[in-house]
């Protein structure tokens, strides 16, 4: 199941991705920081990371540069999400090596499409055909 890792300091904006990818398969995996979203990229490489711009520890600008400067993380798709909406936000988000770019509150419709765009949702297993009856075999004893 591929992972999302969804980088988002604010608990309302958090509740809000996952609300909305919550109806698809991906795994969502929450961090608060840029510090912790390290140690979870070290830990599973995700499909696609959902990047908040204003975080405790860096900006997600220097993020998403640092992501795309290692070649270990550089092919791992990010969306960037933030309050901060004006043109030259969304220009310096893109420059960075972004995907994407959604103003918060994010629409959580353009939100999945992003992320289907990115980390296309794992295929449902195909189903296990029901078992065929057995035939009935007769045996009559031959006398």
């Not at 608060?32 to 979203?37: G, L, S």
């Not at 795309?68 to 969304?90: E, F, N």
């Not at 065929?132 to 004893?141: E, F, G, I």
Request: hydrophobic fraction near 45%; proline fraction near 10%.
């Amino acid at each position: 199941m591929a992972t999302i890792l969804v980088v988002e300091d604010t608990r309302t904006d958090a509740e809000r991705v996952r609300m909305a990818l919550a109806p698809y398969r991906w795994q969502l995996k929450f961090v608060t920081n840029t510090t912790d979203a390290i140690a979870a990229i070290q830990e599973d490489l995700p499909a696609a990371i959902i990047l908040d711009i204003m975080l405790p520890d860096n900006t997600g600008f220097q993020f998403c540069r640092d992501l795309k400067s290692d070649p270990a993380t550089a092919k791992i798709p990010v969306i960037m999400c933030s309050s901060k909406s004006t043109d030259i936000d969304r220009f310096w988000a893109l420059k960075q090596g972004a995907a994407f770019f959604l103003a918060k509150p994010v629409d959580p419709k353009a939100l999945a499409q992003f992320v289907q765009q990115l980390a296309p949702e794992p295929p449902l297993p195909e189903p296990i055909p029901e078992p065929l009856a057995p035939q009935a075999t007769v045996y009559k004893q031959v006398e």
